[in-house]
């Protein structure tokens, strides 16, 4: 029998049975054995602070003892899937999500994921619409199933869509590429709307709904200006088309000034269908639609699948959910990521083209000597954090954006403390990294893409782990 905390051997038993496409960002991926707070450990016994967990699976505090006594209690009581049963926490989170999502008469349906959830919406509404005609925005990611990828704009994450939809693309998730980037904020929305419009016109048919992200997670932290989908939402509404709030990354406080991603655009209302998941888990399979009762009701019969919403992920999302509002991690977000972000900017390094961001969703864009996007130096840059002990994580087009989204609990004192250890493995990369390597100073051993293990010292760089990580 081999030892289990081998990495060697672990990663090589994992590429034997898994999909070559199955991402983890290192060199030398990590094997985490367990977590507290905002720190958790790997199978080698080193420690990280972790500045990405927050988003992927835990957005409380890792190990958050309330959390784990309900699951724990949970398990000791009833274990099945839900659907078919009914089941106390099943309700009352039901009732709780209905009540904060803020949309009127609202009913929610579970499921396991992100992607099954946005899955759930499309379904909702292009049965409620009649159509298979939708609008999505460029730049976008919603998971990778046969419905999300047909509505997920970045070219990493859907190079061919077979999808039966029928999508058309949208501007205005990055302010700052396109033909209206040179604009103001003000110009910038009357021109999204009224291209919306004018394609709008050009279809002509029955378009069923738009999805989008308030702020683009995958796509690398970045959003149109405030406002964006309260213009959109007025033409929406002329063509009786419903908007679908991918809050997937946004919900739950994470943007610090608002506990939904969409109440940037309170102009707007609420959406006609809102989807989560990942970190009200806490790392349970957790995500959910929530939807107008005459949206959510307009399917004939049987349940979409009979598995979310089990008794013991909702119990474990239930006493997640209340230690998020007792604590105001919305208001810790606001006022940690302020200084997080402060930190940041104040560095003023060259590698680093813009800090942006809101509460504890924070995206750093790296660039090169030549002011290009610089995936190289993300590479370099995740590498020399992860032997500083931090994690963190990269997205964007060009793969050049570190994502910072730690559990909302995150202290003042580890904000401070993570800034210091990005700002060191910042300087690190921009020493490194191929695209700030001098002519006459060569890295050695770098590979041309850059993104190596080489100069961490450790195993040369294998593309399959190249993907980013959703
Ligand atoms: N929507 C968004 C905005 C996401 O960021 C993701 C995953 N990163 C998904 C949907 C898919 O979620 P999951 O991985 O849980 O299927």
Redesign the pocket.
């Known amino acids: 029998m081999s030892n289990p905390s081998d990495p060697s051997e672990l990663i090589h038993r994992h590429r034997t049975v898994t999909p070559s496409w199955l991402a983890t960002y290192y060199a030398q991926p990590i094997e985490l054995t367990h977590g507290e707070g905002r720190h958790v450990w790997d199978s080698q016994g080193n420690r990280y602070l972790d500045f990405f967990g927050g988003?992927?699976t835990t957005m409380t505090a890792h190990a958050q003892p309330d959390v784990a006594k309900a699951v724990a209690e949970q398990a000791g009581r009833i274990l099945h899937n839900s659907t078919l049963y009914l089941s106390t926490p099943m309700v009352e989170l039901a009732e709780q999500i209905a009540e904060l999502s803020g949309i009127p008469d609202a009913k929610v349906f579970f499921t396991t994921?992100?992607?099954?959830?946005?899955d759930a919406a499309l379904l909702l509404a292009t049965s409620f619409r009649r159509s298979n005609q939708v609008l999505a925005m460029r730049n976008?990611?919603?998971?990778?199933?046969f419905s999300?990828i047909g509505v997920t704009g970045n070219s990493a994450w859907s190079p061919t869509s077979l999808s039966a939809l029928q999508t058309l693309y949208v501007h205005g998730g990055i302010r700052t590429r396109g033909p209206f980037a040179h604009l103001s904020d003000a110009g910038f929305i009357a021109a999204c709307a009224a291209d919306l419009e004018d394609l709008l016109g050009q279809v002509g048919g029955n378009v069923a709904a738009l999805i989008a992200?308030p702020i683009?997670?995958?796509g690398g932290f970045t959003s149109g200006p405030d406002g964006l989908f309260a213009t959109f939402k007025r033409v929406l509404d002329r063509h009786g088309i419903l908007w679908i709030s991918?809050?997937?990354?946004?919900g739950w406080g994470r943007t610090g000034d608002h506990f939904w991603g969409w109440q940037a655009h309170a102009d707007a209302g609420p959406p006609d269908v809102l989807?989560f998941?990942?970190g009200i888990g806490n790392g349970l399979s957790m995500?959910g639609v929530v939807a107008r009762a005459e949206v959510m009701d307009c399917l004939g019969a049987n349940s979409i699948s009979t598995f979310g919403g089990s008794p013991i992920t909702t119990a474990g999302a239930l006493a997640n959910l209340r230690y998020l509002l007792d604590q105001d991690l919305q208001g810790n977000a606001r006022r940690v990521g302020a200084e997080l972000i402060g930190a940041l900017r104040e560095a003023g390094l060259p590698v680093v083209r813009e800090v942006r961001g809101r509460g504890l969703m924070i995206g750093v864009e790296l660039v090169g000597r030549d002011e290009q996007p610089s995936p190289a130096a993300a590479t370099s840059v995740l590498e020399h954090a992860r032997e500083l002990g931090l994690l963190i994580g990269k997205g964007g087009l060009s793969g050049n954006v570190l994502r910072i989204a730690p559990p909302l609990s995150l202290t003042a004192g580890e904000a401070a403390e993570g800034a210091g250890l990005l700002i060191e493995a910042l300087r690190r990369a921009q020493a490194d990294s191929t695209d700030w390597a001098s002519a006459d100073a060569p890295t050695a051993g770098a590979p041309a893409d850059g993104a190596d293990g080489a100069s961490t010292g450790q195993a040369p760089h294998d593309p399959s782990l190249e993907r980013d990580?959703?």
């Open positions: 988003i992927l994921s992100g992607t099954e959830a946005n976008s990611y919603h998971g990778r199933s999300t992200e683009q997670g995958v991918d809050e997937v990354q946004t989807t998941a990942k995500g990580p959703a």
